[in-house]
């Protein structure tokens, strides 16, 4: 065990010794740690955008159309579930054992969905993967707090993160390159195969916990409130009704807000006890976090504007699509660098900023009919917009994961981070789906109304980060201990 003191001055974070927050080749050291907290969320965010674009082949293949849109909420709502577990599971089967597990679980559920006679068999395989992806990402921003010292947690975070905007790229290639050939369940012994090669780093790349004697109790009364928020919005985005929608999104709203309440009186909680304690910063940060990953939902529909106003055949719409996630990615990896505490205050305050300024700059750039000169600006602006999330998440998730002195609560508010942006990703679906048949029928109207609803979503997002700075302590020393 090494212990390291992080002496906060103004202005500037250092440790003791005088060096400066971990470098990028500092984290290099940790390859295989990188490649199993990393490959563990990338895999389950490649899952999302290869089904999706498997989904129209297995359908030919083995029928099931009627149960389509399933496919999605079968996965998303088994990943919610399965993020409210990290911590149980790691405290009953410690860090190699855990990760063994989720890899495990997702392998299987990719073996399912190959093996699909019928789409009730592959929407189960759908429900298996979602257990597996939802724990491995949950364990990514948990097991950072043992894997890396806390110098590199932010290099670490970052690297995690990108890998949402990393899987917008890889899945629909790959998804595309086997639906292409007509070998779908192909497709899944491929994801099945890689969860298997990196699960076989696991014992070596990650250090042993000690695993807990006592059993973490299961908050029932909020798990069961998330599943029927997450599968009420999840429903909605598969509506075609603009009041049936509305209606669906209230009564998700209404059981987010039920679930709210009985987190603050349990004894058991989903979310860290810090969470609902007065003047806590936490709230706000995940607040934060949730403004501005569901803005990625806008990216669903940016191909179908693309190519019916500005006329781009569907390799070149698909691009512009996943320009926001670039933005993300690659941003992120500059931004993690930033050391100065004002800086990286800033950084989260300017992230939902940029991303509302980026999406409302879009809205006033659709035209039916666009110029080529018009769409071609389109993809600076995305690339603007999603840089706006990457310069803020990194640091979003290291002030989770610092907010709380205890090591064990630490660890569940960074687990947190996973349900927290599942959740959202569900909400942000099921909103744009919203907005794009408000602003319907008109390909244009949809367009501005959907851009201009997440600018405006996003923008609350610059309220909450103020709020997260203004309630975060500025103490003058702040020890961690952790293993090397």
Same mark, same amino acid.
């Given at each position: 065990?090494?212990?390291?003191?992080?002496?906060?001055?103004?202005?500037?974070?250092?440790?003791?010794?005088?060096?400066?927050?971990?470098?990028?080749?500092?984290?290099?050291?940790?390859?295989?740690?990188?490649?199993?907290?990393?490959?563990?969320?990338?895999?389950?965010?490649?899952?999302?955008?290869?089904?999706?674009?498997?989904?129209?082949?297995?359908?030919?293949?083995?029928?099931?159309?009627?149960?389509?849109?399933?496919?999605?909420?079968?996965?998303?709502?088994?990943?919610?579930?399965?993020?409210?577990?990290?911590?149980?599971?790691?405290?009953?089967?410690?860090?190699? /054992? @855990?990760?063994?597990?989720? $890899?495990? #679980?997702? &392998? *299987?559920?990719? =073996?399912?969905? !190959?093996?699909?006679?019928?789409? +009730?068999?592959?929407?189960?395989?759908?429900?298996?993967?979602?257990?597996?992806?939802?724990?491995?990402?949950?364990?990514?921003?948990?097991?950072?707090?043992?894997?890396?010292?806390?110098?590199?947690?932010?290099?670490?975070?970052?690297?995690?993160?990108?890998?949402?905007?990393?899987?917008?790229?890889?899945?629909?290639?790959?998804?595309?390159?086997?639906?292409?050939? /007509? @070998?779908?369940?192909?497709? $899944?012994? #491929?994801? &099945? *195969?890689?969860? =298997?090669?990196? !699960?076989?780093?696991?014992?070596? +790349?990650?250090?042993?916990?000690?695993?807990?004697?006592?059993?973490?109790?299961?908050?029932?009364?909020?798990?069961?409130?998330?599943?029927?928020?997450?599968?009420?919005?999840?429903?909605?985005?598969?509506?075609?009704?603009?009041?049936?929608?509305?209606?669906?999104?209230?009564?998700?709203?209404?059981?987010?807000?039920?679930?709210?309440?009985?987190?603050?009186?349990?004894?058991?909680?989903?979310?860290?006890?810090?969470?609902?304690? *007065?003047?806590?910063?936490?709230?706000?940060?995940?607040?934060?976090? +949730?403004?501005?990953?569901?803005?990625?939902?806008?990216?669903?529909?940016?191909?179908?504007?693309?190519?019916?106003?500005?006329?781009?055949?569907?390799?070149?719409?698909?691009?512009?699509?996943?320009?926001?996630?670039?933005?993300?990615?690659?941003?992120?990896?500059?931004?993690?660098?930033?050391?100065?505490?004002?800086?990286?205050?800033?950084?989260?305050?300017?992230?939902?900023?940029?991303?509302?300024?980026?999406?409302?700059?879009? *809205?006033?750039?659709?035209?039916?009919?666009?110029?080529?000169?018009?769409?071609?600006?389109?993809?600076?602006?995305?690339?603007?917009?999603?840089?706006?999330?990457?310069?803020?998440?990194?640091?979003?998730?290291?002030?989770?994961?610092?907010?709380?002195?205890?090591?064990?609560?630490?660890?569940?508010?960074?687990?947190?981070?996973?349900?927290?942006?599942?959740?959202?990703?569900?909400?942000?679906?099921?909103?744009?789906?919203?907005?794009?048949?408000?602003?319907?029928?008109?390909?244009?109207?949809?367009?501005?109304?959907?851009?201009?609803?997440?600018?405006?979503?996003?923008?609350?997002?610059?309220?909450?980060?103020?709020?997260?700075?203004?309630?975060?302590?500025?103490?003058?020393?702040?020890?961690?201990?952790?293993?090397?």
């Amino acid at each position: 065990m090494i212990t390291a003191r992080f002496v906060q001055r103004r202005g500037d974070t250092r440790v003791d010794n005088g060096q400066s927050v971990g470098s990028w080749r500092e984290l290099g050291g940790y390859l295989s740690t990188a490649v199993v907290l990393a490959g563990g969320v990338l895999v389950g965010a490649v899952n999302i955008y290869v089904a999706a674009s498997l989904l129209p082949t297995a359908v030919s293949d083995i029928g099931g159309e009627r149960l389509y849109a399933w496919n999605m909420t079968a996965f998303l709502v088994a990943q919610v579930v399965a993020t409210m577990f990290v911590g149980r599971v790691l405290s009953r089967r410690g860090n190699v /054992g @855990s990760y063994l597990i989720g $890899f495990g #679980v997702f &392998a *299987a559920g990719s =073996v399912i969905c !190959a093996v699909s006679p019928a789409m +009730a068999v592959l929407l189960v395989g759908r429900g298996v993967q979602g257990l597996g992806a939802g724990l491995l990402t949950g364990l990514g921003f948990a097991v950072i707090h043992s894997a890396l010292p806390p110098r590199l947690w932010a290099r670490g975070s970052a690297l995690i993160s990108a890998m949402f905007g990393v899987g917008n790229f890889v899945g629909p290639a790959l998804g595309g390159l086997f639906a292409q050939f /007509g @070998s779908w369940r192909l497709a $899944f012994v #491929v994801l &099945a *195969a890689v969860a =298997v090669v990196i !699960a076989a780093f696991v014992p070596r +790349a990650l250090p042993r916990s000690e695993r807990g004697e006592s059993k973490v109790p299961v908050p029932v009364a909020s798990l069961a409130l998330v599943v029927g928020a997450v599968g009420a919005v999840s429903v909605a985005g598969i509506l075609s009704d603009a009041v049936a929608i509305g209606a669906v999104i209230a009564v998700g709203f209404a059981l987010v807000a039920a679930f709210l309440a009985t987190e603050r009186r349990a004894k058991v909680r989903v979310l860290p006890r810090s969470t609902y304690q *007065a003047g806590s910063a936490l709230r706000w940060v995940y607040l934060t976090i +949730a403004f501005l990953a569901s803005g990625v939902a806008v990216e669903s529909f940016l191909p179908l504007f693309s190519q019916h106003m500005g006329g781009l055949p569907p390799v070149a719409a698909g691009f512009f699509a996943a320009a926001l996630s670039l933005g993300w990615s690659v941003s992120q990896i500059v931004s993690s660098s930033a050391r100065r505490q004002r800086t990286i205050r800033r950084l989260q305050v300017a992230g939902p900023a940029v991303l509302a300024v980026g999406l409302a700059v879009l *809205a006033l750039l659709q035209h039916q009919d666009a110029s080529t000169l018009v769409v071609v600006a389109w993809l600076p602006v995305l690339l603007f917009g999603g840089t706006g999330i990457g310069i803020a998440m990194p640091h979003l998730s290291v002030a989770a994961m610092t907010s709380a002195d205890d090591p064990e609560e630490g660890q569940k508010a960074a687990a947190a981070i996973a349900t927290v942006l599942t959740m959202s990703t569900a909400f942000g679906a099921a909103v744009a789906g919203l907005l794009v048949n408000l602003g319907g029928p008109a390909m244009i109207t949809s367009a501005r109304c959907l851009l201009i609803g997440f600018a405006v979503i996003a923008a609350f997002g610059i309220f909450t980060a103020r709020r997260a700075n203004r309630s975060t302590p500025r103490p003058a020393a702040v020890t961690s201990v952790v293993g090397e």
